[in-house]
């Protein structure tokens, strides 16, 4: 893995990249690694998906939304990750699902592989963060990944009030309607907004509860990583007010609107 996506990985899972390799003992219990995955499921339940459609998952994980969406509609899918190890689980996934000879995991970093435009029915963005910076430019990078008239699901969120928020990693997010206007700004359609904050909470609270469990077992494995398992287990505490306090979580359905290229 190279120093640029050992920095965006770290980012992505909030912590440092010296603590990259013990992520896959402390996400050990945990599938879905912040998607909202029933709600995905639910926004493209009527996009006539099928055993012909083409499914792109960026930032695809251990296919937590992989996995069922090629399950439910029998589409192919191609997910990309940069953590070989989360790969694995998506690939044993897969098969526990008896969908592998549908699913492609590609270990890349994201950044790297949307340099190339591709012409898939759908891709997904679920809990990746602002690597792209504010939602218009995530749009624009992601609207060259589908078709024309195809479609893009973004698991994400808006600040609460207006003014950028003083939060590494969260300085992009802005209010409902400003986000409303980076998200159509390049012309494309909102099909459907679901509002995902109490999910957000819920698997937020399950998430520090697994890592904190987790962190306690590789303390005793690993004492001298003490300080920084529990500096990890801090911000993910912190993380978890932050959030409740100031963003409110969104999905959102758009259409790629076919008249409209960047």
Request: proline content about 2%; hydrophobic content about 35%.
């Amino acid at each position: 893995m190279s120093d640029k996506t050992q920095k965006l990985v770290s980012d992505s899972l909030e912590t440092d990249e010296q603590m990259l390799p013990e992520m896959p003992f402390l996400l050990e219990d945990l599938w879905a690694l912040g998607s909202s995955v029933k709600d995905i499921l639910r926004v493209v339940e009527n996009l006539g998906l099928s055993s012909d459609s083409t499914v792109l998952d960026l930032g695809c994980g251990k296919g937590a939304v992989s996995v069922p969406i090629t399950s439910r509609f029998k589409s192919r899918i191609t997910g990309v990750d940069a953590m070989s190890s989360f790969l694995k689980d998506a690939n044993r996934k897969a098969a526990e699902y008896g969908v592998a000879e549908r699913c492609r995991f590609i270990c890349q970093d994201i950044m790297d592989y949307v340099k190339a435009d591709h012409d898939f029915d759908l891709v997904i963005f679920a809990s990746v963060g602002g690597i792209w910076g504010s939602l218009q430019n995530t749009v624009a990078q992601l609207r060259r990944q589908i078709r024309n008239g195809g479609y893009m699901v973004i698991d994400d969120g808006y600040a609460r009030t207006s003014g950028p928020l003083q939060r590494k990693h969260y300085e992009q997010y802005r209010d409902h309607q400003t986000t409303l206007g980076e998200l159509t700004a390049l012309g494309d359609t909102i099909l459907t907004e679901i509002d995902t904050t109490q999910y957000s909470r819920k698997i937020n609270r399950a998430y520090l509860d697994s890592i904190s469990k987790r962190g306690a077992e590789l303390i005793l494995q690993k004492p001298e990583l003490k300080d920084k398992i529990n500096s990890y287990i801090l911000l993910q505490q912190q993380e978890c007010e932050f959030l409740d306090h100031h963003i409110v979580g969104a999905l959102w359905l758009l259409q790629k609107n076919e008249n409209l290229r960047t």
